[in-house]
């Protein structure tokens, strides 16, 4: 089992800047992704960024340039760093952490993210 916490959500005008964290602990594999999912109001989720434990990165077309994923291995942790916000980033963000190869995907309990316009 992995139990994952976030924080760092709230409300932010738009053109400015969020920091999210997510904490991992449990049965932590040494090869992982974690990655931010979102889910804005009325619409499906849909995957933000992900990161590797190696370091590669994905990011949908929508936050390239503006969102940022880092993160500790040796902590567990993993950030997503959201610049120049946008009123259409408004949405529950989660944060998710499967194994390689992926028996199951673990998903934290959601932060929302509000920008105003």
């Known amino acids: 089992q992995v139990q994952l916490v976030e924080s760092g959500g709230g409300l932010v005008q738009a053109g400015g800047s969020l920091r999210l964290s997510c904490a991992a602990s449990?049965?932590?594999?040494?090869?992982?992704?974690m990655s931010w999912y979102r889910q804005p109001p009325g619409k499906q989720r849909e995957l933000v960024a992900s990161?590797?434990?190696?370091?590669?990165?994905n990011y949908a077309d929508s936050v390239k340039g503006r969102f940022t994923i880092s993160r500790d291995n040796a902590k567990n942790t993993v950030n997503l760093q959201m610049n120049s916000l946008k009123p259409e980033d408004t949405a529950v963000y989660y944060c998710?952490?499967?194994?390689?190869?992926?028996?199951?995907?673990?998903w934290g309990q959601g932060t929302q993210v509000t920008v105003s316009s």
């Open positions: 449990g049965s932590i594999g040494s090869i992982n992704v």
């Open positions: 998710t952490y499967h194994n390689v190869p992926r028996t199951r995907t673990y």
């Open positions: 990161m590797s434990t190696g370091g590669s990165t």
